[in-house]
């Protein structure tokens, strides 16, 4: 499965590692599309079953954070760099997330305040912060020429898209931020991002080689900020918490399994 998608990738992208980028974007951007676009036909679904999605995400994210960029970045460069890359990743999400106005469904606002923007759009911002590291990470993994394990990244962000993806237009429904479609298109939305950060990933670790130990390690703390400072909070303010637990161990014994098997 994992050569028959290189080959797709090497044909689609002529083998340039921004063309990779992109296309690894897309295939995440489109699983969480499928994932929104579910609120159309599910309207409901129970706050246990939506914290402990968020858990699976969390648990990919965790797990992909040290197989596929860490544990990586330290065999190319050394841990000096991939620790400088962590903290630089992990302190950039903090600035970003104490300045740029944003709205969490269950913490709330956060950011500069403004009353000039809407709150669909700060709904929206809030949960693009969140898919800007995973968008990164693919990225990264592309323009470092280290293929299998960028194709096996790839699908296990693509994988907890989905249900996070649901999650988000759910989210919107209950925060009165239209149903069906509308609340479809907001989880679309938010995703979109991982698109153009992908590229601009694989891009910026190609044309500069030596900063791909440092670029590894920034996306892998970018993605353990997320973890630590979003998805735990949201997941465990609502009486759900073993829920949210059990859904990150699987979502790190998913990440396992595709590492080991395909990778």
Same mark, same amino acid.
């Given at each position: 499965?994992? #050569?028959?998608?290189?080959?797709?990738?090497?044909?689609?992208?002529?083998?340039?590692?921004?063309?990779?980028?992109?296309?690894?974007?897309?295939?995440?951007?489109? /699983?969480? *599309?499928?994932?929104?676009?579910?609120?159309? =036909?599910?309207?409901?679904? $129970?706050?246990?079953?939506?914290?402990?999605?968020?858990?699976?995400?969390?648990?990919?994210?965790?797990?992909? *954070? =040290?197989?596929?960029?860490?544990?990586?970045?330290?065999?190319?460069?050394?841990?000096?760099?991939?620790?400088?890359?962590?903290?630089?990743?992990?302190?950039?999400?903090?600035?970003? #997330?104490? /300045?740029?106005?944003?709205?969490?469904?269950?913490?709330? =606002?956060?950011?500069?305040?403004?009353?000039?923007?809407?709150?669909?759009?700060?709904?929206?911002? +809030?949960?693009?912060?969140?898919?800007?590291?995973?968008? /990164?990470?693919?990225?990264? +993994?592309?323009? *470092?020429?280290?293929?299998?394990? +960028?194709?096996?990244?790839?699908?296990?962000?693509?994988?907890?898209?989905? &249900?996070?993806?649901? *999650?988000?237009?759910?989210? +919107?429904? $209950?925060?009165?931020?239209?149903?069906? =479609?509308?609340?479809?298109?907001?989880?679309?939305?938010?995703?979109?991002?991982?698109?153009?950060?992908?590229?601009?990933?694989?891009?910026?670790?190609?044309?500069?080689?030596?900063?791909? &130990?440092?670029?590894?390690?920034?996306?892998?703390?970018?993605?353990?900020?997320?973890? $630590?400072?979003?998805?735990? &909070?949201?997941?465990?303010?609502?009486?759900?918490?073993?829920?949210?637990?059990?859904?990150?161990?699987?979502?790190?014994?998913?990440?396992?399994?595709?590492?080991?098997?395909?990778?």
């Amino acid at each position: 499965m994992v #050569d028959a998608l290189i080959n797709v990738f090497i044909k689609l992208s002529g083998g340039k590692p921004i063309w990779l980028g992109f296309w690894g974007g897309v295939f995440t951007t489109l /699983l969480n *599309s499928l994932g929104a676009i579910l609120v159309i =036909f599910i309207r409901r679904a $129970s706050n246990k079953f939506l914290d402990a999605s968020l858990g699976f995400a969390a648990g990919v994210m965790l797990s992909a *954070s =040290f197989t596929s960029l860490i544990m990586p970045g330290i065999e190319l460069g050394g841990v000096v760099p991939v620790l400088i890359g962590i903290v630089i990743g992990s302190v950039f999400l903090e600035v970003a #997330d104490h /300045l740029i106005p944003h709205m969490h469904t269950i913490i709330g =606002f956060e950011g500069i305040r403004t009353k000039r923007i809407r709150a669909v759009w700060l709904f929206i911002i +809030a949960i693009t912060l969140h898919n800007m590291p995973e968008g /990164l990470a693919v990225g990264v +993994a592309f323009g *470092s020429d280290m293929m299998r394990d +960028a194709i096996v990244l790839m699908i296990a962000i693509g994988l907890q898209n989905i &249900p996070e993806g649901f *999650s988000v237009s759910l989210s +919107a429904v $209950s925060a009165g931020m239209g149903k069906g =479609f509308y609340a479809a298109l907001t989880g679309i939305r938010s995703g979109l991002v991982e698109i153009p950060l992908a590229m601009f990933g694989a891009w910026a670790v190609s044309i500069a080689r030596p900063v791909i &130990p440092y670029a590894m390690g920034f996306a892998a703390g970018a993605m353990l900020y997320v973890i $630590s400072d979003e998805i735990v &909070p949201e997941t465990h303010r609502k009486g759900h918490e073993r829920y949210a637990t059990f859904g990150t161990i699987l979502g790190i014994i998913v990440m396992l399994y595709l590492d080991v098997v395909f990778g």
